[in-house]
C-alpha cells in the first residue's frame, strides 16, 4: 500500500479513535484508552488490512483486544459511541439498540438514556431495554411481553 495511503488511513483511525474515546468518557468510561490496531494481512476480498479496536478501561491496564476484555456494559457503551459517531456522517435513518442496558445501572444508565435522546433528534431510534432510566428518555414506549402456554413462548 503507499505510504500517503496508510498515513491517512493511519491519520483517520486516530479521529475515530478519539471522537470515540469521547463519547466513551461521558457514557462513564472516563479512563478509556481506544486505538485502532492496523496491520498489513493476506490479501482477501475486503482488503489487506486487518483492523482490530484495541482498548484498556481501567487505568495501568495495557491495550488489549477489544473482543477479549471487554464485558457487557463496555460493550453495550462502546457500541453505542461508535454507532453515534459514525452516524453523524453515514446519515442513518433508523437506529436499533437490543438490550444496550446490558451489565449498566444508575448513572451510566441515565447517561446512555440521554445520549439515545440525543440520537433520536435526527433519526429513528429503536431500543429494547429494562431499565427505567433509559425508557424515560423516550418519546413512545412500547411495553413487549411474553407468554407461554404449554407448548411454546409467544411476544
Known amino acids: 500500500m503507499p505510504q500517503s495511503l496508510q498515513a491517512e488511513e493511519k491519520k483517520t483511525a486516530d479521529e475515530l479513535a478519539k471522537r470515540i474515546s469521547a463519547e466513551l468518557t ?3 468510561m472516563p479512563d478509556i484508552r481506544l486505538v485502532f ?3 498489513q494481512d493476506k490479501v482477501t476480498l475486503s482488503g489487506m488490512d486487518k ?6 478501561v481501567n487505568k495501568g491496564e495495557d491495550l488489549k483486544p477489544m473482543s477479549k476484555i471487554a464485558s457487557g ?8 459511541a461508535v454507532k453515534n459517531v459514525l452516524a453523524e456522517t ?3 435513518h433508523t437506529m436499533i439498540f437490543d438490550e444496550i442496558d446490558t451489565g449498566i ?3 451510566a444508565a441515565a447517561k446512555v438514556g440521554l445520549k439515545l435522546h440525543e440520537a433520536a433528534e435526527n433519526r429513528q431510534i429503536l431500543c429494547v431495554t429494562h431499565l427505567a432510566q433509559i425508557a ?3 418519546d413512545t414506549q412500547l411495553l ?3 407468554t407461554s402456554d404449554e407448548k411454546r413462548t409467544y411476544t
Open 26 to 28: 461521558f457514557l462513564d
Open 37 to 39: 490496531d492496523i496491520s
Open 51 to 56: 483492523v482490530e479496536m484495541l482498548i484498556s
Open 73 to 80: 456494559g463496555e460493550l453495550s457503551r462502546i457500541m453505542l
Open 90 to 92: 453515514d446519515k442513518l
Open 105 to 107: 445501572s444508575g448513572r
Open 136 to 138: 424515560a428518555m423516550a
Open 144 to 146: 413487549i411481553k411474553k
